[in-house]
């Protein structure tokens, strides 16, 4: 009799545990926190590069626009090959580094990048060279906006980067591109005819006529 209750005892227990609802209890596994971006303004920038040794300044716009101006000594490398050139940056792995584009995107994007593969002191320049140009901080270029009018026998002459003649005027080359290293729109960008002509030569010294 005993052994009939506890068989009946059993049988209901198991029946219970069968009966009882399915609950599917799914692992959550957090993914790791992405890093954080280090931003600073034109203002830290400067000053960073007036006082840090072995700061690199990475440049990560496209070739167009690092040819109309960019800052000094910056290093070149267009954010879409910047993963495939990180061997060119290893002895960099533990130094600071400064990187900038046309306003802010792609180099946020880049600064992830380096990040990610273990860069440890990487700086992201909030507004990029646009901000720069704004706080009036030099940029360096080949290309150049003059313009020259003679007023009662007086020439005034006013001579800027074409960046910066742009940026005040007219629209960027490249810079209306989507902040994500594209260069779809590059086509528009069109590198200045320059024509110099040699108006007069005496004793080393030229006066020339540049168009």
Request: one cysteine or more; hydrophobic letters at 40%.
């Amino acid at each position: 009799m005993k052994n009939l209750v506890k068989n009946i005892s059993i049988s209901v227990i198991l029946f219970a545990l069968l009966s009882a609802p399915f609950v599917v209890v799914q692992s959550v596994v957090a993914n790791p926190p992405l890093p954080s971006i280090q931003n600073i303004t034109v203002q830290e920038a400067e000053h960073m590069m007036k006082t840090t040794k072995d700061l690199l300044i990475l440049d990560v716009r496209n070739e167009t626009e690092y040819n109309y101006g960019h800052l000094y000594n910056a290093f070149w490398i267009p954010l879409h090959e910047l993963e495939d050139r990180l061997g060119e940056l290893t002895n960099k792995q533990n130094s600071p580094i400064l990187i900038y584009c046309g306003i802010v995107g792609r180099s946020a994007v880049a600064h992830q990048i380096l990040t990610e593969h273990e860069f440890t002191k990487v700086y992201n320049m909030l507004g990029g060279i646009t901000a720069w140009i704004d706080a009036d901080y030099p940029i360096y270029t080949i290309y150049h906006h003059a313009i020259i009018d003679i007023i009662d026998n007086h020439v005034l002459i006013d001579i800027k980067p074409e960046l910066v003649y742009q940026t005040g005027n007219e629209c960027i080359p490249c810079a209306l591109n989507p902040e994500d290293g594209s260069e779809e729109n590059c086509d528009e960008c069109v590198t200045p005819d320059v024509e110099i002509t040699v108006l007069k030569e005496s004793d080393g010294h030229f006066s020339i006529f540049v168009t």
